[in-house]
């Protein structure tokens, strides 16, 4: 194999160690098991000091011999095993590529090996733990969901990127912004400001927001892919930038900003390099309607998913500081919940023109 | 007004009478007055008045006895026809042998196919006692004529309509008169006639009397013409005579199709069902207006004696004591106690406590023989049968009996599983959505209409299957491959109508049926969950042994292909097999021969062999393979080994192919047909080879 001169990297020893773990265990005749750690909020904690979402120690044995488990530990052979082949050919894929990949009927019978993508892609992440490899070095990637325009420099692939130069559109953020595939050559705004949804990006885009009050503007279409927050924690941190959020006024947005903030439960592990723990709070918040007079009748009635949602938020360590439970308990009294797009009611320009400069100039956010 | 006639008798009769009583003020009827010219005074109503005989009446209301189409009709008159065979024969002791003829009949010169036919000729002949020569006109040619009315004792017929109607609707339909050949005993000459029914009279009109030759020693004859239409299916006479078959293993019956096929239904049931008992009505049964009516024809002269006499379950101690109860004197005349002494009287016996009915008047089908039954006509992995103990309702006696057979027969099982072609996603096996068939006997006749109106259906509804591992939609049949019998059996069942196709749904009935439903449901239960363990364990050894290889391949990948493979296959192979429990699974796959616990009066059918009830089983076998070499024999001269080369020759269709089969199997299960079997051996013997090649290919029914 042409591969064979190349020299193995770390990750790839790591996936060729799931294999030592069946050898191992089968010249002892044990069970060959894999200890992934749990990715669920029993395991996960905290850390007020930090202000991360940390993962615990608790683990799960996945084991081959036992017959709930037989599949999965077989499913996570197989995907270790196509990983380390995208490792020695240095591809990078998706998830469902990988889902396809590793697809095949079993030998004499017609059991599939995977049935659909929702059976692969938690393998994945498992993996992603057990291993403590990040999803990019395991040469993952996810879907360019994400833009960002403002007066940023990058250099992609050796081409000079200006986002103060691409118009409306703005830049495609790469699912990998990690240095050594995306240099952030300059960056000259005071602030960069995270939209949860896209039309509001582009409103602010088409309006030139960011020129006037130079911002970089990032959305993430709905819950921010990796590449937005891992680049917005780079702008953070490289270059100190305060990061604001704009959600939607509902228990979604708050956990957006919440991810944004101290990570999320489910890639607790990657707290480390994606979480902003500064990141603030800028709006849509449940005091606005009342400080914007925003009519009543552009609200929408919580649903009971949605007041569910909220009261599980309660609940989160994170949120029990007491701004953010009169928050949550306000938009609980009033029984409605806002759409930054609701804005529009009062002019198409409000958000930009009014709102933000408000918010910016009265320092109004939550932390 | 002529609305009168189609009245029924009794109804019509009063009505008559009251508008007779009451003189009609012309000028109360406001509707009458604004049209005088329509005006008849009550004499000229009088003179209109007259009545009606019952066979009038039911010709114009055959549908109430079933003849409301043609194929239903056809239906009825081949059902009337073999319920009175059978119970004339049962009734005599003697082992029913019924043949059903069904023959085209050409109405232009040439003879149509069976699908296109509009006329049949049936021909139903039995091997019963006879009829006394005096007595033929009237039972095929009046209506209401019979011996089972009057008494209460279990049989198909109840009411003496059903031969004579059939009668009737083919003289209605084709002009064409009843001919009847009855011989009472070989040394008896045979008696043909053709009967008519006076429709006006009800009373039979002989056509023809004249003593035959006939080549059966004993039996009887029916041939009716009628309008009909042949289809088979579901309802039809093929699958009636198949349901027959079934509740009454002890049948040897013959079919001859209108397409020429002749259809054989085996005797698999050697023992003729007790002979019933007549019993006296219990007091609980009797309405009060029938209870009068019995003061005044008994024949005691004090009312303890007429209570101790005329009912069951009364001893004179207990009648004396009711009469004390009622403050009637126990010598009293019974035709003279009227009025409110009568009704206390009736009231007080319904209070006291009376001993439910005797059941010797019931003949239940008895879980062997339903046993054998299904298992002849069904094809299936597990049967079962269930009695229930005698109950009442409305004083009358009566038993519930259920059976199930379940699943694929062993050589379909494994069918589908050929074509393992990989699955896209979203692409799932193919789910079977096939609903439980149920089957319905009353008296051990078949009913086949309204089955949604039938107590038994409703029980089948409202039992949840899916506590004995069954799936079922919600108001639905459980699903899966499932035949449900359920018979019963009493002195008289309650219809909901004169055509006999539903049972009425009294609450006892209701409950006697779902707790019999119930126990073959828990039986049912424990075979799916005993064959469930057998196959999660033999799945479980499939897992790993599956999986062994895509791990084994992928470690080998992942380590650069430089993996000796045979030997990490080999060391994994040995874990599972340890893991697995080794030989405990060979045990709990049935590989070891332990016989089904806690199945009573069940079959149990696998690929390796027969379980439960493998004496009977066999004997099914033996019998089913034995008939058609037997009637091959009696058709014609021939040999049956050429006979059935020749069959096969001409590949004259399955039946031939069967024969042949049949008959190799015959031999081999031999040494099952032993006279003296102990009658439910604790553990049957061990399958051996013989069962397996039985139980892979014998011809069973054709569902």
């Known amino acids: 194999m042409a591969a064979k001169q190349r020299k193995t990297t770390t990750v790839e020893k790591k996936l060729i160690g799931v294999a030592d773990v069946v050898i191992t265990a089968a010249e002892r005749s044990k069970d060959p098991t894999i200890e992934i750690p749990i990715r669920a909020l029993s395991n996960v904690s905290f850390n007020a000091r930090k202000g991360l979402i940390e993962m615990g120690s608790k683990k799960q044995a996945r084991s081959f011999f036992n017959v709930g488990m037989a599949k999965k530990f077989m499913q996570t052979v197989l995907v270790a095993d196509a990983l380390s082949e995208l490792q020695r050919a240095e591809l990078t894929t998706s998830l469902r590529e990988i889902y396809y990949r590793t697809k095949h009927t079993i030998q004499d019978s017609h059991e599939n090996t995977f049935d659909t993508q929702d059976e692969s892609d938690p393998v994945i992440e498992d993996l992603e733990v057990s291993l403590s490899a990040l999803r990019e070095e395991l040469h993952v990637r996810a879907e360019n969901s994400g833009s960002i325009v403002g007066p940023v420099v990058f250099g992609d692939d050796g081409d000079r990127v200006d986002c103060a130069k691409l118009g409306k559109g703005g830049y495609s953020v790469p699912s990998i912004v990690e240095p050594e595939y995306l240099e952030i050559r300059r960056c000259t705004a005071d602030f960069v400001l995270l939209v949860e949804k896209g039309t509001q990006w582009n409103r602010l885009s088409e309006d030139k927001f960011w020129r006037r009050y130079n911002c970089v503007l990032l959305t993430g279409n709905g819950q921010p892919p990796r590449g937005v927050r891992r680049l917005a924690r780079r702008l953070h941190e490289e270059y100190r930038l305060p990061v604001y959020v704009l959600v939607d006024n509902d228990p979604w947005g708050y956990y957006i900003y919440s991810v944004i903030k101290q990570g999320s439960i489910n890639l607790a592990f990657e707290s480390q390099r994606m979480a902003i723990p500064k990141a603030k709070f800028i709006g849509l918040s449940s005091a606005d309607p009342e400080r914007y007079e925003l009519p009543r009748n552009v609200g929408i009635k919580l649903n009971d998913k949605d007041i569910a949602r909220a009261k599980e938020l309660m609940n989160y360590e994170w949120f029990k500081k007491p701004a953010w439970q009169a928050e949550i308990k306000r938009m609980l009294t009033s029984g409605l919940k806002y759409e930054l797009d609701a804005l529009a009611n009062k002019d198409f320009q409000y958000l930009t023109k009014k709102y933000l400069p408000r918010k910016l100039k009265e320092k109004d956010w939550l932390d | ?703």
């Open chain 2, 1 to 703: 007004m002529s609305k009168k006639h189609s009245m029924s008798p009794s109804t019509a009769a009063t009505t008559a009478a009251t508008t007779a009583a009451k003189p009609v003020p012309e000028s109360s009827v406001p509707k009458k007055a604004a049209k005088p010219a329509q005006q008849v005074t009550a004499v000229e109503m009088g003179a209109r008045q007259r009545e009606i005989s019952v066979s009038e009446f039911f010709t114009k209301n055959r549908h109430l006895l079933g003849f409301d189409n043609p194929r239903k009709a056809l239906l009825t008159c081949v059902k009337e026809a073999v319920d009175n065979a059978l119970d004339a024969c049962e009734e005599a002791g003697i082992l029913p042998d019924v043949t059903v003829r069904l023959e085209i009949v050409s109405t232009n010169g040439t003879l149509p196919p069976a699908s296109q036919a509009t006329r049949f000729r049936i021909t139903v002949t039995d091997n019963g006692p006879g009829i006394v020569r005096q007595q033929i006109p009237r039972i095929f040619a009046k209506l209401l004529y019979g011996s089972k009315f009057h008494r209460l004792r279990m049989s198909r017929g109840q009411q003496g309509i059903g031969i004579s109607a059939a009668g009737m609707y083919g003289q209605l339909t084709t002009g064409k008169p009843v001919t009847i050949i009855s011989r009472t005993g070989p040394r008896a000459a045979a008696h043909f006639f053709e009967v008519q029914i006076d429709t006006k009279k009800n009373e039979p009109l002989v056509h023809e009397n004249k003593q035959i030759e006939w080549e059966q020693p004993q039996g009887t004859q029916v041939a009716i013409e009628v309008e009909g239409k042949y289809q088979k299916g579901r309802a039809s006479v093929d699958e009636w005579l198949e349901q027959t078959s079934i509740a009454n293993p002890h049948v040897k019956l013959t079919y001859c199709t209108p397409e020429g096929e002749t259809k054989e239904y085996p005797r698999t049931y050697h023992e003729l069902p007790p002979s019933p008992r007549e019993i006296k009505p219990h007091p609980y049964g009797i309405e009060f207006g029938m209870f009068l009516k019995m003061l005044q024809d008994t024949k005691s002269h004090a009312v303890s004696g007429f209570l101790a006499s005329d009912f069951c379950r009364v001893p004179p101690q207990l009648a004396d004591e009711i009469c004390k109860a009622a403050k009637v004197p126990p010598h009293a005349k019974p035709r003279e106690l009227k009025g409110p002494i009568a009704e206390t009287l009736y009231r007080r016996i319904q209070d006291t406590k009376i001993m439910a009915p005797p059941t010797n008047c019931l003949s239940p089908i008895g879980e062997k023989a339903i046993l054998s039954g299904l298992y002849k006509q069904i094809k299936g992995e597990f049967y079962t049968a269930v009695s229930r103990p005698p109950a009442v309702y409305r004083g009358n006696p009566f038993v519930i009996e259920a059976g199930l057979a379940y699943g694929a027969a062993p050589q379909d099982q494994n069918k589908p599983r050929q074509p393992a072609m990989p699955k896209a996603e979203g692409e799932r096996d193919e789910e079977d959505s096939e609903l439980a068939r149920v089957i319905r006997y009353a008296n051990r006749v078949p009913l086949l209409y309204q089955q949604s109106a039938c107590s038994t259906f409703k029980a089948v509804l409202s039992t949840t299957w899916k506590n004995y591992g069954v799936t079922q939609s919600r108001g639905a049949l459980p699903g899966g491959p499932m035949v449900i019998f359920v018979h019963m059996a009493s002195v008289w069942v309650p219809f909901t109508s004169e055509s006999k196709e539903a049972i009425a749904d009294y609450d006892e009935i209701q409950k006697e049926i779902t707790l019999a439903l119930r126990e073959c449901g828990r039986r049912l239960g424990l075979f799916l969950r005993r064959r469930e363990r057998a196959a999660s364990e033999f799945r479980r050894r499939n897992i790993f042994e599956l999986y062994i290889e895509e791990v084994v391949e992928a470690c080998n990948r992942l380590k650069g292909g430089k993996l000796p493979k045979e030997k990490l296959k080999a060391q994994l192979q040995k874990i599972a097999t340890s893991r697995t429990g080794g030989l405990k699974t060979d045990e709990a796959l049935g590989k070891t021969n332990a016989g089904p616990e806690g199945l009573p009066h069940s079959i149990i059918v696998t690929e390796e062999g027969i379980e439960g009830e493998v004496d009977l089983a066999a004997r099914v076998q033996a019998d089913t393979a034995a008939a058609p070499v037997e009637t091959n024999l009696l058709g014609d001269e021939q040999p049956v080994e050429t006979q059935t080369k020749a069959q096969e020759k001409k590949s004259a269709g399955v039946k031939g192919r069967d024969a042949k089969l049949l008959k190799g199997e015959a031999a081999q299960l031999a040494p099952f047909k032993g006279p003296d079997r102990p009658d439910k051996p604790k553990k049957p013997s061990r399958p051996n080879k013989s069962d397996k090649r039985v139980s892979g290919s014998r011809p069973r029914g054709k569902k």
